[in-house]
């Protein structure tokens, strides 16, 4: 609550009332450490969730960051390789497709 309301836990039940401490605490953003402690998906800010949404709108296959990753493993490819791969025909997207 310190690093948002600049309230010291000391002062709860001093110069705080605790019923005004605990309407500040249930109104924290997300991204604050109390409610990424209570749930770890708080730990994302609105901005986040926005910047993975558009990241996933992209993707073929969608990242979920609380899915547990396998590690992919490095793709090699030769000069050659790489060459071909690029030199073939693609298909042409319009906008809106």
């Not at 709108?57 to 050659?80: H, L, N, W, Y």
Request: proline share 5%; glycine share 6%.
């Amino acid at each position: 609550m310190q690093r948002y309301y600049g309230i010291c836990l000391d002062a709860v039940g001093v110069s705080v009332s605790t019923s005004h401490a605990a309407a500040l605490a249930r109104c924290l953003p997300l991204g604050s450490l109390v409610l990424e402690r209570i749930d770890p998906r708080a730990r994302y800010t609105e901005t986040d969730w926005l910047l993975l949404g558009i990241l996933n709108s992209i993707r073929t296959k969608p990242f979920d960051p609380f899915e547990i990753q396998e590690k992919q493993g490095c793709v090699a490819m030769s000069a050659a390789e790489m060459t071909s791969l690029l030199s073939k025909p693609r298909k042409e997207v319009r906008d809106g497709d």
